[in-house]
């Protein structure tokens, strides 16, 4: 997981073709609200074979901070970024590491992007309960429309986007009651963005 970020900010560089080269700045993502709703989290059920729990619930609430390279062309931006992040829930809290690639159309306002992203997660997560469980590290996925408002250096940051993401319950005794916690669902994400 180390090599994570970087290999992604490598492919970037092969991916952009060698004319565009002069065109490619450092993009910085800081994106302190991302609400998740999951409807097939709450009231899902974890044992150890002692105590049973279960989630209450359909939010989480994450955090990121992602940086990487951008390709200012005349119609668009080709963003693509590196981060780390921190998952909170009722029962379950954790980091996650993430990349991302977003193509951003400028809008004819100049001050407003829109387009599509795509997002791979990688879930480290810790049941923060009394049941002696623990979670397995999770990759996930994001799909969605992401917005922007305002000049190059700095704008607001916002999208809607599908996530797909099943987190698998272990325990050191029995076997868990239920299949894996579906986090699957809809999330809102707003931040800012800083281009230089």
Same mark, same amino acid.
């Given at each position: 997981m180390k090599n994570? *970020?970087?290999?992604f900010l490598l492919?970037? /560089? =092969? /991916?952009?073709?060698?004319? #565009?080269?002069?065109? =490619?700045?450092? @993009?910085v993502?800081?994106?302190?609200? %991302?609400?998740?709703?999951?409807?097939?989290?709450d009231?899902?059920?974890?044992?150890?074979?002692?105590?049973?729990?279960?989630?209450?619930? $359909?939010?989480s !609430?994450l955090?990121?901070? !992602?940086? #990487?390279?951008?390709?200012?062309a &005349?119609m668009?931006?080709?963003?693509?970024?590196?981060?780390?992040?921190?998952?909170? !829930?009722s029962?379950?809290?954790?980091?996650? $590491?993430?990349?991302?690639l977003?193509?951003?159309f400028?809008?004819p306002? &100049?001050?407003?992007?829109l387009?599509?992203? =795509?997002?791979l997660?990688e879930?480290?997560p810790?049941?923060? #309960?009394d049941?002696?469980v623990?979670?397995?590290?999770t990759?996930?996925? @994001?799909a #969605?429309?992401?917005?922007? *408002?305002?000049?190059?250096?700095?704008s607001?940051?916002a999208s809607?986007?599908? =996530?797909?993401a099943? %987190?698998? *319950?272990?325990?050191?005794?029995?076997?868990?009651? !239920?299949?894996?916690?579906?986090?699957?669902?809809?999330? @809102?994400q *707003?931040g800012?963005?800083?281009r230089?």
């Amino acid at each position: 997981m180390k090599n994570f *970020v970087p290999m992604f900010l490598l492919l970037a /560089m =092969v /991916m952009i073709p060698a004319k #565009g080269y002069g065109q =490619v700045g450092l @993009v910085v993502g800081v994106t302190p609200g %991302i609400f998740l709703y999951s409807p097939d989290a709450d009231g899902h059920e974890v044992s150890d074979g002692l105590k049973t729990e279960e989630i209450d619930g $359909y939010l989480s !609430n994450l955090a990121t901070l !992602n940086a #990487g390279i951008a390709w200012d062309a &005349e119609m668009f931006y080709l963003d693509l970024t590196g981060g780390v992040g921190y998952l909170y !829930n009722s029962t379950f809290t954790g980091f996650l $590491y993430m990349g991302d690639l977003a193509l951003r159309f400028k809008l004819p306002t &100049e001050v407003m992007t829109l387009g599509p992203h =795509v997002s791979l997660l990688e879930f480290q997560p810790d049941w923060d #309960g009394d049941a002696d469980v623990s979670l397995a590290d999770t990759t996930g996925y @994001v799909a #969605g429309l992401a917005f922007t *408002v305002g000049t190059k250096p700095f704008s607001f940051a916002a999208s809607i986007d599908y =996530v797909d993401a099943a %987190i698998e *319950v272990e325990s050191d005794r029995l076997p868990v009651a !239920n299949e894996d916690l579906d986090m699957s669902g809809l999330a @809102v994400q *707003v931040g800012v963005l800083f281009r230089f």
